[in-house]
């Protein structure tokens, strides 16, 4: 399977747990976006990577939330002091650089915070 | 106003019809445009991309795009039930650094 994968892909923790989670990217993409979605909304940008390069963070992305893309590859988004608000499907995206930058979607996280 | 706007539905139509999704986005600039498939519980499975004025054509689907009318859509031909699902608009606004602003979604059922 060369698709974009996420681990875990369901994680459920106490409010003022810290969690994290990993997204690999589809191999030959260069950029990787992770988006956040409630129930009945479309996803909401929360930050994008190009390589190893964090190069846009959305306000919705509080001082708990931290990612990183070390050497490039695969990704981690932590989020720390975790709060009931925080309950969502995270996913991660990656795409090509190129024309069309069409971003293809991970399996997605889904976090459930008691 | 929103950036990126849908009917929420639920969208009914019978197996075999022409389901018609609707999207309006406010970004004049804006330069590329997505529809993704989500069914429930899953994650978002892209369709269609276009970028150019007109219709673009993928087998039972076209999606058409009226960059004067800030207005993009999505046919669905022959509907069958496997096509029910929630399909989100994503645009990608002037200057936005590649990310996507998603609708809300359209919720389409396929009656058999």
């Known amino acids: 399977d060369t698709g974009v994968s996420q681990d875990p892909r369901h994680k459920i923790t106490k409010r003022g747990q810290n969690v994290t989670f990993r997204c690999d990217p589809i191999?030959?993409?260069?950029?990787l976006y992770w988006y956040r979605q409630t129930l009945g909304q479309g996803p909401e940008f929360l930050t994008y990577f190009q390589n190893e390069a964090q190069l846009e963070k959305s306000r919705l992305l509080s001082d708990r939330f931290s990612a990183e893309r070390p050497k490039g590859s695969f990704s981690t988004l932590e989020i720390q002091r975790t709060e009931q608000g925080d309950s969502a499907m995270y996913l991660c995206?990656?795409?090509?650089?190129?024309?069309?930058?069409?971003?293809?979607f991970g399996p997605g996280t889904r976090l459930t915070v008691l | 106003q929103k950036e990126v706007e849908q009917n929420s539905g639920p969208l009914s139509v019978p197996e075999g019809a022409i389901a018609s999704l609707n999207c309006t986005y406010s970004?004049?600039?804006?330069?590329?445009f997505f529809w993704y498939r989500q069914y429930s519980g899953k994650s978002p499975e892209l369709i269609m991309f276009i970028y150019s004025n007109g219709d673009k054509e993928d087998g039972r689907f076209t999606a058409q795009l009226n960059k004067a009318s800030q207005y993009v859509s999505l046919l669905i031909r022959d509907s069958q039930p496997s096509d029910s699902a929630t399909y989100l608009c994503a645009v990608n606004p002037r200057g936005s650094n590649y990310k996507l602003t998603f609708g809300k979604g359209t919720l389409l059922t396929v009656n058999p």
């Open positions: 191999s030959e993409h260069n950029r």
């Open positions: 970004d004049r600039g804006s330069q590329s």
């Open positions: 995206a990656s795409s090509e650089q190129g024309s069309t930058d069409t971003q293809y």
